[in-house]
């Protein structure tokens, strides 16, 4: 039954890793998109206040990057611990298993990248 419980955790947390994975990106693009509206806006000469407003909502997606890469590295903390505890009752195979890994590598690797 243990054995069960932790699987089904380590499937949870393997896909919060995902899904914040998803939003990171998507905050990403936001900012893209944003920042491409608001020196868009510049060039043709927008309204000050207009103006004003789309760099209020750059800086808003701006700020929410830091903090999902923050709940991100928590996750990935949290995935790691259920791995090492079920590594500790012999439990390491399983297709729930290779996701986590897999997941694992894929959020270190989005790391490395954006430190360098």
Do not use: W
Request: with cysteine; charged share 40%.
């Amino acid at each position: 039954m243990l054995a069960m419980a932790t699987i089904r955790n380590l499937k949870i947390k393997t896909s919060t890793c995902k899904r914040i994975v998803k939003e990171l990106h998507s905050y990403e693009k936001e900012v893209e998109r944003e920042a491409a509206k608001t020196a868009d806006m510049k060039e043709k000469g927008a309204d000050p206040y207009d103006l004003k407003q789309q760099e209020n909502v750059l800086a808003e997606s701006r700020m929410m990057i830091p903090d999902c890469r923050k709940r991100l590295e928590a996750s990935l903390a949290d995935l790691k611990g259920t791995l090492a505890e079920l590594d500790e009752t012999n439990e390491k195979e399983g297709p729930e298993f290779e996701d986590a890994r897999s997941t694992m590598t894929e959020v270190e690797k989005l790391f490395q990248t954006a430190e360098a």
